[in-house]
């Protein structure tokens, strides 16, 4: 069964660090999403992504972050300076273009000390 | 914008019992509420899902109902078993938007 992938598993850096993460989408679908979940807590969408562009952001997705595809299978989400409060675990998902099912990825840890 | 609300936070079940977990939001134009379980480690797989012109869904022993009037929608586990021990979350989405919107969840445990 086709599944969304998510590198890395873990991921540890310094804070004011660059750290991009990466997400293979399944392949047939069209959008794309980040979302994230600091420990203990639920899920908060940050952003939508279709046909190569940004169609929605939440107030979490400032100047720090961006996201790109930048071949035909990954969709990587870049922190350009992390903060400590960017610790959490970071999920990709993605659905087809009729169906609204979204399916997650199986997270990246993020800790920045 | 659309705000979901979870209850309870937690639920402990003995195996074989029923466990409902219900949720409310905000917004009538949402019109797309999936189910997501989620265990130690891992994401939220979707297990069940309900769209706005449907008023309940089953699959197998699991169960979701919706009243859009009332604005809210609940999942239902029947004969639980000890491998549905995990965290349950409820999400809402207005179709137009594509955002999903997640409840606090739900920690269901069920002892054998």
Known sequence: ?113 | GENVEQHPSTLSVQEGDSAVIKCTYSDSASNYFPWYKQELGKGPQLIIDIRSNVGEKKDQRIAVTLNKTAKHFSLHITETQPEDSAVYFCAALNTGFQKLVFGTGTRLLVSP
């Open chain 1, 1 to 113: 069964e086709p599944e969304v992938t998510q590198t890395p598993s873990h991921q540890v850096t310094q804070m004011g660090q660059e750290v991009i993460l990466r997400c293979v989408p399944i392949s047939n679908h069209l959008y794309f999403y980040w979302y994230r979940q600091i420990l203990g807590q639920k899920v908060e969408f940050l952003v939508s992504f279709y046909n190569n562009e940004i169609s929605e952001k939440s107030e979490i997705f400032d100047d720090q972050f961006s996201v790109e595809r930048p071949d035909g299978s990954n969709f990587t989400l870049k922190i350009r300076s992390t903060k400590l409060e960017d610790s959490a675990m970071y999920f990709c998902a993605s659905r087809e273009a009729v169906y609204n099912e979204q399916f997650f990825g199986p997270g990246t840890r993020l800790t920045v000390l």
